[in-house]
């Protein structure tokens, strides 16, 4: 697969994730828990200002950063509370960090392996966050009165 085909792939996947999908649909939050969506969004940030590089890195070759399109699954999450998402949140995050480093050792392009790198390193530190954050919130389940 070219480096090309593999950079768009990331692209893909990371425009689409569940993370940015969350930071969009605002989940449910209980009183008292605005801080847990606060980080949600502030991670979601720090990954999509490391898309914006590898956007600014793909234009610079002239590759045109495909539209996306969150997958439709997603659009059961709407109404879901931030307490519920976590456990999933997480499990994804795993998943993108996995794929990412199999893109990763896949591209030869120097620059396409700076960028995806750089990538990675800020999707390496939302899993943290994120797991310590689904620590915090085990156990805490909404109570719809």
Known sequence: MSDE?????????????LLKYLDDAW???PPGE???????HRLAAQ??????????WMMARKWTPPPT????????????????MLPRLVAYQRWTVVELEKDLAAVTDAGARLALHKL???KQRTLGELENLARQHAGHRAVLV
């Open 34 to 40: 605005a801080p847990a969506v606060e980080t949600v």
């Open 69 to 84: 399109v969150f997958p439709e699954a997603f659009s059961s999450l709407n109404y879901t509370s931030i307490d519920s």
């Open 5 to 17: 085909a593999i950079v768009t792939r990331v692209w893909l996947r990371e425009t689409a994730s």
């Open 120 to 122: 990675l390193e800020v």
């Open 47 to 56: 990954e999509q200002e490391a898309l914006r590089d590898l956007a600014a």
């Open 27 to 29: 989940p449910w939050t």
